[in-house]
């Protein structure tokens, strides 16, 4: 028996990616892409996004395949069975699509991260109820084609009655309902806001727990107790809900084990995210240190170009120093050859004069 969940998370596209890649959690044969290559999915997923300048919004989708830990399959036969899954299934069709089998639990199960842009058309992919609707279906034709057991609404895989859905009766529904609206008073809502909250804050377990305590909320989460319990006090009396109830009432997936994958996707972005501000801030110490480096070496060149420039002007003052001493010094020389010339000649002119006279 299959189940398909859909997954809500705060991850970056490449902590998501790496999350369902780990070696220790797939193998590589276990490990295929749907119109990509699964080693280099995110990547390939990004440049669809800038390719088209979608770059905003939800970035992706996420989907598990989870199979009963008593079912029969092994991990090899489940990813050819997703594999099988998203060729078949048309929601996916121009979509890029990561899949990863896991066997690090006690049932297998598959992810498939899709993106939310495709690549053919550039659209965005847009879900809804009918859509995870007919996932299901698909997943469970196929499950009965491989021989395998199929989900029975209302019964468990052993075959029992599931507890009674008390969310579908109209006065419960009417009740959260008016809650929402803010027109009711609910303590389910509370749990129900505070847990979607802090699921999505949480790093691990123990500081979910640490969260949901510190707004009056107490978890009682034991791994021998098949459910996780949610006390809260409310005029006086205790009120406890299930997590299977939660899940009914809010149609949201909030079991142990989809709430550790949220936490471990939580704490691998809060890595990302302490590991890419670590380098830009080393990224940034390293351009101001190339700035002012530049700067430096900018200064140093304005004061060797400053210091040629004094130089040559230094140079010029003095030979038109010496250039102005020498034309001082020669004028003296050239004034005397110059009147004794003039008087050369008037005595030439008078010697002729006299001569003449005689005659």
Same mark, same amino acid.
Not at 49 to 76: C, M, N, R
Not at 139 to 157: E, H, W
């Given at each position: 028996? *299959?189940?398909?969940?859909?997954?809500?998370?705060?991850?970056?596209?490449s902590? !998501?990616?790496?999350?369902?890649?780990?070696?220790? &959690?797939?193998?590589?044969?276990? /490990?295929?892409?749907?119109?990509?290559?699964?080693?280099?999915?995110?990547?390939?997923?990004?440049?669809?996004?800038?390719?088209?300048?979608?770059?905003?919004?939800?970035?992706?989708?996420?989907? =598990?395949?989870?199979?009963?830990?008593?079912?029969?399959?092994?991990?090899?036969?489940a990813?050819?069975? *997703?594999?099988?899954?998203? %060729?078949?299934?048309?929601?996916?069709?121009?979509?890029?699509?990561?899949?990863?089998?896991?066997?690090?639990?006690k049932?297998?199960?598959?992810?498939?991260?899709?993106?939310? =842009?495709?690549? %053919?058309?550039?659209?965005k992919?847009?879900?809804? &109820?009918?859509?995870?609707?007919?996932?299901?279906?698909?997943?469970?034709?196929?499950c009965?084609?491989a021989?395998?057991?199929?989900?029975?609404?209302?019964?468990?895989?052993?075959?029992?009655?599931?507890?009674?859905? =008390?969310?579908?009766?109209?006065?419960?529904?009417?009740?959260?309902?008016?809650?929402? #609206?803010? &027109?009711?008073d609910?303590?389910?809502?509370? !749990?129900?806001v505070?847990? !979607?909250?802090?699921?999505?804050?949480?790093? %691990?377990?123990?500081?979910?727990?640490d969260?949901?305590?510190?707004?009056?909320i107490?978890?009682?989460?034991?791994?021998?107790?098949?459910?996780?319990?949610?006390?809260?006090?409310?005029?006086?009396? /205790?009120?406890?809900?299930?997590?299977?109830?939660?899940?009914?009432?809010?149609? !949201? @997936?909030?079991?142990?084990?989809?709430? @550790?994958?949220?936490?471990?996707?939580?704490?691998?972005?809060?890595?990302?995210?302490?590991?890419?501000?670590?380098?830009?801030?080393e990224?940034?110490? *390293?351009?101001?240190?190339?700035?002012?480096?530049?700067?430096?070496?900018?200064v140093?060149?304005?004061?060797?170009?400053?210091?040629?420039?004094?130089?040559?002007? #230094?140079?010029?003052?003095?030979?038109?120093?010496?250039?102005?001493?020498?034309?001082?010094?020669?004028?003296?020389?050239?004034?005397?050859?110059?009147?004794?010339?003039?008087?050369?000649?008037?005595?030439?002119?008078?010697?002729?004069?006299?001569?003449?006279?005689?005659?």
């Amino acid at each position: 028996m *299959a189940t398909i969940k859909s997954v809500t998370s705060q991850a970056p596209l490449s902590t !998501i990616t790496n999350y369902v890649t780990k070696s220790e &959690k797939t193998e590589e044969k276990l /490990l295929s892409g749907k119109d990509c290559n699964p080693e280099l999915a995110g990547k390939q997923m990004m440049n669809t996004k800038k390719f088209y300048g979608k770059l905003g919004g939800t970035q992706y989708y996420h989907f =598990v395949q989870s199979f009963h830990a008593a079912e029969k399959i092994k991990p090899e036969e489940a990813h050819r069975l *997703a594999m099988d899954f998203v %060729s078949k299934c048309p929601i996916f069709d121009g979509f890029e699509v990561l899949v990863a089998t896991h066997k690090d639990r006690k049932h297998v199960h598959t992810h498939f991260v899709v993106n939310s =842009v495709s690549y %053919s058309t550039g659209k965005k992919l847009q879900m809804n &109820k009918r859509d995870l609707q007919a996932m299901k279906n698909l997943s469970d034709n196929l499950c009965r084609v491989a021989g395998l057991s199929v989900c029975v609404k209302g019964k468990t895989f052993e075959g029992q009655d599931r507890e009674n859905v =008390v969310a579908y009766k109209k006065e419960t529904y009417r009740h959260l309902k008016k809650a929402e #609206e803010g &027109k009711a008073d609910s303590w389910v809502r509370d !749990i129900g806001v505070a847990l !979607i909250k802090f699921q999505a804050e949480a790093t %691990s377990r123990k500081h979910f727990v640490d969260l949901m305590q510190a707004a009056g909320i107490t978890v009682d989460w034991q791994d021998n107790h098949k459910y996780i319990v949610f006390e809260v006090t409310r005029s006086g009396k /205790l009120c406890r809900v299930r997590n299977s109830r939660l899940e009914r009432y809010y149609n !949201i @997936e909030i079991s142990k084990e989809a709430l @550790e994958n949220v936490f471990a996707l939580n704490a691998a972005g809060r890595i990302a995210e302490t590991v890419g501000e670590r380098a830009a801030e080393e990224s940034r110490t *390293a351009i101001n240190q190339s700035t002012v480096t530049r700067r430096n070496t900018e200064v140093e060149n304005q004061s060797a170009e400053q210091r040629v420039y004094v130089a040559r002007n #230094e140079r010029r003052n003095r030979e038109d120093v010496q250039q102005r001493s020498r034309t001082a010094q020669s004028r003296p020389a050239r004034q005397s050859v110059s009147n004794q010339a003039t008087r050369n000649s008037r005595s030439k002119s008078h010697s002729r004069g006299n001569s003449g006279y005689e005659r």
